[in-house]
């Protein structure tokens, strides 16, 4: 998972309703790989579409939330359970989902598809090509995706460290994802949302941060010291704060 998919903002209803999709075998979106050649030559795979849906099946298999009222059942895992309750640190969370059902799950077949490219760019600009239309994504996060350069990764840094995640380097392993995600519920993992800085001092609503109005923030900011002459009241398009901006 590179840079672009930097944290997770589903709740646990949006989970849980694509969960309930696997189980009733209904229909859902690609994940989308992008396979580049890193410098020593070594082939890497990275997610470019699919971090959301990916995260929700991992944190349901761990226990981390249930589903129609029930857990995943981790002996349905085989061999597998034990490795998973090691390196994960589950446990079994009761009441159990019914073995049947555990299984139908683990034997959906999901759709992957892979974007060969040499250029980093390019792999880039498809992840801002599928995010471009409708309402996927903030027209904050389309910037940040589609832009190579200093000040978006000095904006990514910053917002990051604001918010408590562990999102700010290039590239981040699945196994960590869950630390990425932006909750409202009294979880064992990701970050509260009302504890974000933002959010706690009543500058911006959770929503917003999680349309990353909190990294339109940030870039409003730097802009405050670079700018020159600075424009006295600035209010920008996708969040509610007025910046009112003043040369010093």
């Not at 085989?78 to 640190?89: D, P």
């Not at 969370?93 to 077949?109: D, Q, S, W």
């Not at 990701?190 to 941060?209: N, Y």
């Not at 405050?224 to 509610?240: I, S, V």
Request: proline share 4%.
């Amino acid at each position: 998972m590179h840079r672009y998919q930097r944290k997770l903002v589903w709740n646990v209803e949006e989970k849980q309703r694509l969960v309930d999709s696997l189980l009733e075998n209904l229909p859902v979106p690609l994940f989308l790989m992008a396979s580049t050649e890193s410098t020593d030559g070594a082939i890497e795979l990275e997610l470019i579409d699919g971090m959301q849906r990916l995260d929700a099946m991992f944190s349901f298999i761990e226990n981390k939330f249930s589903t129609n009222g029930a857990y995943f059942n981790l002996t349905s895992l085989g061999a597998s359970a034990t490795r998973v309750a090691r390196t994960s640190n589950v446990q079994q969370r009761e009441p159990i989902m019914p073995e049947e059902a555990c299984t139908r799950l683990l034997h959906y077949t999901l759709d992957l598809s892979v974007f060969r490219s040499k250029e980093y760019a390019a792999v880039t600009e498809v992840f801002r090509r599928i995010n471009s239309g409708g309402h996927r994504l903030s027209r904050q996060n389309i910037r940040q995706a589609g832009t190579l350069s200093p000040l978006a990764d000095l904006v990514r840094v910053i917002s990051s460290r604001i918010r408590g995640d562990i999102s700010p380097g290039d590239a981040v392993a699945f196994r960590v994802m869950p630390q990425l995600s932006i909750t409202n519920r009294d979880l064992d993992y990701g970050v509260q949302v009302d504890d974000i800085f933002w959010v706690r001092e009543d500058l911006l609503q959770p929503t917003e941060v999680r349309e990353s109005a909190d990294e339109q923030l940030v870039l409003d900011i730097i802009a405050d010291f670079l700018m020159d002459p600075l424009t006295e009241t600035y209010q920008h398009q996708d969040a509610g704060p007025v910046l009112r901006l003043h040369q010093h």
